[in-house]
């Protein structure tokens, strides 16, 4: 119309100074307006489109997954990611500062068909709902190793009470390639490598050239050399750790180091170095457990964790580069910085060991065994969900470890609290679904006595209940953390991480864990609808809880005892139950100073549940100071040491053996996201987000944190009076709920931007 409008006034104006009765000044005038019509218009249709890109007028979803797969990359050597599912879970982001009203989903064979809107596998026709993650796929069983393309259109306002409905284009087309067997609804990525090169070179020409890559990585090694002598030989050491300028060849612990001879041929070659496997993470049924170690793929063959090179008489050298192996992994998708230099270099810590640690493409207990534990894959999920936006690897290890548990009884009752944070984090029910039967069973219900506790040496623990579990190793016990006395290199007479606990038939930490267990089943029966299972749970736990607070509790020290018949208070005993939340509101200030005052008593993975408890107790100030501490149980301890992954155990003092790459040290990036910054889902799938941050005294503060529905930024600014001002952005199709974290004020925020003060 304005087109037609502009064609039309130059026509006039032309035609007017071509009249004889027109005078010059009148046809100039004439002739100058009708110009002016061309920019006013253009700026008028400027401001119009503008306008309704605003609203979201005829945008489209992005970032469409399959599975929780967003975009499966060209196959790498020899591998793909596939969709292992035939009815897989599809989900898509929304334009900003939206709300979805309904959806409507095609499934075609091809991609012209599709663009054709001919959807000859699947049409869901328009469906009035909310949900964009976790949408389950409702047409005819997907084809093994077949290809389909899948598309989305939606209809959304700009809140929940807008009443004007918006509808979307199609989505750009997305591919999904099924895998020849559909055994498990586990989609996964598919390992990859990143070819590096070093960041400085130390060059001796006497003597060696020294090689640092920055960071330590499961990685191998490339070597482009030149030489003219037919029976030269090139002598290499790789490592972790480095030495007076030279690569440590006694490293402590099992810090990474190997030397290697390569025979050279005449000319400029390159040589790829051949790495040895190592009997301790490649031996099949050597572990207590009765599981095996994670192989390597073929395709991608072996990998050894090490940050420098070292070449004698490297002149000869052209060039140096290791392929970096691990799980695709966008840096980008989170960040954190704030006004603690300490806890700055602590969050990259973290980040960067959940990215090198990935390697296996399920998550292990570093190299020395590389053998998937749950204490080791609970850290690693919930530091996976707040710096990437990633949850396959998660969903891999869980599965794995369902049906191939270890030893330790805490341990194995971590499994359904893993289970339901997949559920919380992805909104996919299907694991849930999939494994019930499996997951009641991790409760140990079968071991508890008439008052509700449980214990693995009361003659309940039978080989029906171990089989039960799917337990194939030598026996389970209690562990409360690791290591203790006597254990891993520790003299009998030390405390070792479990601050002395003593060792009881009733354990108090184990019944903290038993009550945690059936708390989670209790929620997952809920969300599959099974409401009388749900109650069921829920009592359960219940009366583990009155028994533990009636039994097990010292008022005079205003803790909890290790076990019945005990008078010994641990460190543990007091964190778990605070950190599980059975403790009684009249009690949690006496607990929290109890578990304050005895500072960092725990392991690198008891930290995690230390620091939950303190956060639990709102004591975040001094969660803050245990984070970024300094002294020797610390993270920045971690980094003074030298590594850049994080560390097995908190020194070599608390644990000889430890090594440098072992992600279950990596817990203060969850910490960080989910208590300090305080970003949790209330709602699965990030339909509703939980926001409680506890600053503790930080000056300021900014997260970019990952979900399936977009990235959660929250910036926090302290003010000279204490409170904080906050600028915060939701993602679309989601809400928040906003708790104030000087004042406790709690808000109910919708998508898009929005700035609080206190």
Known sequence: MLMLLMSLSLRIAFAMCRKPS??????????????????????????????????????????????????????????????????????????????????????????????????????????????????????????????????????????????????????????????????????????????????????????????????????????????????????????????????????????????????????????PVSLRPDGRNTALGANESGVDPILMPASIGEVTPFRYVEVEHGARVKAVWRDAVHEPFDDAESHFECSDTVLNQVWNLCKYSIKATSFAGIYVDGDRERIPYEADALVNQLSHYVTDREY????????????????????????????????????????????????????????????????????????????????????????????????????????????????????????????????????????????EDSLRFCQMAERTAQSINSLLWDQKRGAYVDGEGSSHCSQHSSMFPLAFGLVPQDRIQRTAEYVQSRGMACSVYGAQFLLDALYEAQQDEAALQLMAGTGLRSWYNMISMGSTITTEAWDKVFKPNLDWNHAWGAAAANLIGRRLMGITPLKPGFEEIDIQPQPGGLEYAYIKHPSPRGSIHLKMKRQPDGRYHLDLYIPANSRARLTLPTTKQTLTLLPGRHYVRE
Request: hydrophobic residues 35%.
């Open 392 to 531: 396959t690897m998660a969903r891999r290890s869980i599965a794995h470890l369902i049906m191939h548990p270890t030893w330790p009884t805490e341990w194995i009752l971590l499994t359904p609290r893993m289970a339901w944070l997949d559920y919380l984090y992805t909104g996919d029910r299907r694991m849930l679904e999939h494994y019930y039967q499996d997951l009641v069973a991790k409760t140990f219900h079968a071991l508890r006595d008439e008052r509700g506790l449980i214990s693995t040496r009361t003659g309940l623990l039978t080989r029906e209940v171990c089989a039960s579990v799917h337990f194939r190793g030598r026996g389970l016990r209690d562990i409360v953390d690791w290591p203790q006395g006597g254990a891993a290199g520790i003299e009998k007479e030390s405390e070792g991480e479990a601050d002395g606990h003593e060792m009881r038939d009733v354990n108090t930490v184990v019944n903290a864990y038993h009550y945690d267990a059936l708390r989670m089943m209790s929620k997952i029966a809920g969300a599959l609808g099974n409401e």
């Open 22 to 271: 027109c005078s010059q000044s009148r046809a100039k005038t004439y002739l100058h307006v009708s110009l002016w019509v061309w920019p006013c218009a253009a700026l008028i249709m400027w401001i119009y489109v503008c306008g309704e890109l605003r609203a979201g007028v005829r945008k489209s979803p992005s970032r469409l997954t399959t599975d929780m797969l967003e975009s499966i990359p060209a196959p790498h050597y020899g591998q793909a990611g596939y969709v292992c599912s035939s009815r897989p879970a599809l989900g898509w982001e929304l334009p900003k500062g939206t709300m979805q009203m309904a959806y409507r989903i095609l499934v075609a064979t091809s991609m012209d068909r599709l663009r054709e809107g001919r959807a000859d596998v699947w049409d869901s026709g328009r469906r009035m709902s909310d949900q964009s993650v976790g949408v389950l796929y409702g047409g005819p069983s997907l084809k093994a190793g077949h290809r389909y393309w899948w598309t989305v259109k939606v209809w959304y306002g700009k809140g929940k009470d807008d009443s004007k409905e918006r509808a979307s284009r199609y989505a750009q087309p997305r591919e999904i390639v099924t895998a020849t067997t559909q055994d498990s609804c586990f989609s996964h990525y598919p390992l990859m490598k990143t070819r590096q090169s070093p960041v400085s070179v130390l060059r001796r020409q006497a003597q060696s050239d020294l090689y640092d890559f920055g960071t330590d990585a499961f990685a191998q090694l490339l070597l482009r050399v030149q030489t003219d002598n037919p029976a030269d030989t090139l002598r290499i050491h790789i490592g972790e750790a480095v030495r007076e300028g030279h690569v440590d060849h006694r490293p402590q612990g099992t810090v990474r180091h190997a030397t290697y001879d390569i025979p050279l041929q005449v000319g400029i070659h390159d040589y």
